[in-house]
Nanobody
């Protein structure tokens, strides 16, 4: 089974940027789509961005133009570059291995002045 470890979360002011990373171990990374999801307090978990093994991407409407998902198969890592952050982006962010349906432990992102 694959293990996923997210990092890069933190506290940032509105308009700021963060880059999240998700390191996968255990194999099966390069052949799988990878996703970033988030869950805010009191809300359901939602898909934020997804990238296929071939590099095709998709985003939830609310982050289009602000967030960019990318992957480095040599490093078994998927990234989420988040720009122009808003308070509504505050959530725990999780990465997911879409083939094995495995989740990381999550990393907290807080956007506040």
């Amino acid at each position: 089974q694959v293990q996923l470890v997210e990092s890069g979360g933190g506290l940032v002011q509105p308009g700021g940027s963060l880059r999240l990373s998700c390191l996968a171990s255990g194999g099966g990374f390069s052949n799988s789509s990878m996703g970033w999801y988030r869950q805010a307090t009191g809300r359901q978990r939602e898909m934020v961005a997804i990238i296929t093994s071939g590099g095709l991407t998709d985003y939830v409407t609310s982050v289009k133009g602000r967030f960019t998902i990318s992957r480095d198969n040599a490093k078994n890592t998927v990234y989420l570059q988040m720009n122009s952050l808003k308070p509504d982006d505050t959530a725990i962010y999780y990465c997911r291995h879409e083939t094995f349906r495995s989740w990381g432990q999550g990393t907290q992102v807080t956007v506040s002045s």
